[in-house]
């Protein structure tokens, strides 16, 4: 079985669609996990929601989704999320909302457990360090756990020694799931922060139980013609270029 591990959608149509298409031309896959933030920060957050729903898949809750339909408060976003997110709001239809309300915070598949941020505090927690990373093996049981959130692609691992250590996860490699427990961030589709402003996502294979992360180059000048025109915060239409 092959499985797409997307994360951070965040209303972008043209790189949601790269990913899709990339997808396919990889051979396709068996289902997609999306590990939250389908909306927030893009153009088109109900046409995202809606091409997401049209493929096999599970899906959890991202903060960016929950802020959009009114579940969580914003006080802890800056400005301009603040003022994308009363965009979104505006855009959703009732059965968008009803589909993000009825997303989980927490999913558990095989070996893996998916989360957006992390497994101690999926909404808000970001794992960007040794440190934190450590403390969150502890929330989950399974031996794999999928996050988002900080849209850079990550792998941290937990020895049978205890130890834990932080690992590069870059196209030039595979990642081979062995003894050690992982936390794994397949980076972002919409927002990417690391630096490589091309759409950031995963392929699990169960038969040779290797993970691949793939860059898919997209038109970010469509998408942001539409922030401009729907005048969203410039900053977010300007970080698109540089992947920050």
Avoid at 104 to 115: A, C, N, Q, R, S
Avoid at 225 to 243: D, F, I, T, W
Wanted: aromatic share 10%; charged share 25%; hydrophobic share 40%.
């Amino acid at each position: 079985m092959r499985y797409a591990i997307i994360a951070d959608i965040h209303a972008n149509l043209a790189a949601f669609l790269a990913v899709l298409v990339d997808i396919e031309r990889r051979g396709e896959v068996d289902e997609v996990w999306c590990l939250g933030d389908i909306v927030g920060y893009g153009p088109d957050p109900h046409e995202c929601v809606e091409l997401l729903r049209q493929t096999n898949h599970i899906c959890v809750v991202g903060n960016h989704d929950l802020a959009a339909i009114g579940k969580i408060d914003t006080s802890e976003f800056n400005p301009d999320a603040v003022a994308a997110c009363q965009w979104t709001a505006r855009q959703l239809t009732p059965r968008d909302i009803a589909y993000l309300k009825g997303l989980p915070l927490v999913i558990e598949k095989d070996d893996f457990t998916l989360v957006h941020g992390s497994p101690r505090e999926p909404i808000w927690e970001y794992i960007l360090s040794i440190s934190g990373a450590r403390e969150n093996f502890a929330y989950f049981k399974s031996k794999f756990c999928l996050v988002g959130h900080s849209h850079v692609p990550l792998v941290f691992s937990y020895g049978e020694t205890g130890s834990c250590s932080f690992n590069q996860f870059s196209t030039d490699s595979e990642l081979v799931l062995g003894k050690d427990r992982l936390i794994i961030n397949p980076g972002a589709v919409g927002q990417p922060r690391d630096g490589d402003p091309r759409a950031s996502y995963a392929i699990y294979d169960s038969e040779t139980e290797q993970v691949k992360l793939y860059r898919v180059p997209y038109d970010i000048g469509a998408t942001q013609a539409k922030m401009v025109e729907q005048r969203l915060p410039m900053r977010l239409v300007a970080r698109l270029s540089h992947g920050v």
